[in-house]
């Protein structure tokens, strides 16, 4: 074969910069991974057959968000639960009420 390969390892998650709970997640080189991919690439090439490939481009944007977002997130989730714990019981008795007005004019 002797074809030169270039491995490309993509994560959803930035591990490098996300903080959690104070502590730091990086995501290292040397946690063996990278043996365990030349070996796949190994055996993925020592199995490659003649196919055939589409390849296309497409832009699209991506939000990301941040510290400030999950704040706010966590701030309006807040107010949300203090408002329904105070009308909850209201809806719940005025339902209550209106469905025995109903039962008694049946």
Known sequence: MGREF???IFT???HTVNLKAGGVNPLKVGDGIT???VE?????ASDMQKAAFFADR??????VTGAHWTAELITTL?????VAKITLP???VGSLILLFVIAAKL
């Open 12 to 14: 959803t998650d930035t």
């Open 6 to 8: 270039e491995v490309g």
């Open 35 to 37: 043996a365990v991919i």
């Open 90 to 92: 209201f809806i719940v």
């Open 78 to 82: 807040n107010s949300v639960i203090a």
């Open 58 to 63: 497409r832009w699209f944007e991506v939000k």
């Open 40 to 44: 796949a690439c190994r055996e993925a």
